[in-house]
Nanobody, 115 residues
Framework: QVRLVESGGGLAQPGGSLRLSCTAS????????VGWYRQSPGAEREMVAR???????RYTDSVKGRFTVSRDDTKNTLILQMNRLRPEDTAVYYC?????????WGQGTQVTVST
């Protein structure tokens, strides 16, 4: 059974940092394309960062230079380091794991950036 367990969300002040983790069981992350998406109320889910099989990270323009996606293969965990947070980063963040035939989603973790 595949499980993606996310952690690390919470409340941060503008300019602060949070680190999200997504630990997988039942699959080996390095065999998949992985990434993070987010969804704000009333908005569509959008890609934040992806780490495909070629290892070249990709980011949506609004987070470039602030967020970093990485993978810890020793812990089978996907990580999103979020720095210089802005109020518009507030959303539920989901980890995504996929290949050509299968897609898995985490349960989501709330990130709120506010004073």
């Amino acid at each position: 059974q595949v499980r993606l367990v996310e952690s690390g969300g919470g409340l941060a002040q503008p300019g602060g940092s949070l680190r999200l983790s997504c630990t997988a069981s039942g699959i080996i992350l390095r065999h998949y394309d992985v990434g993070w998406y987010r969804q704000s109320p009333g908005a569509e889910r959008e890609m934040v960062a992806r780490l495909p099989g070629d290892g070249l990270a990709r980011y949506t323009d609004s987070v470039k230079g602030r967020f970093t996606v990485s993978r810890d293969d020793t812990k089978n965990t996907l990580i999103l380091q979020m720095n210089r947070l802005r109020p518009e980063d507030t959303a539920v963040y989901y980890c995504n794991v996929e290949n050509r035939v299968t897609t898995y989603w985490g349960q989501g973790t709330q990130v709120t950036v506010s004073t």
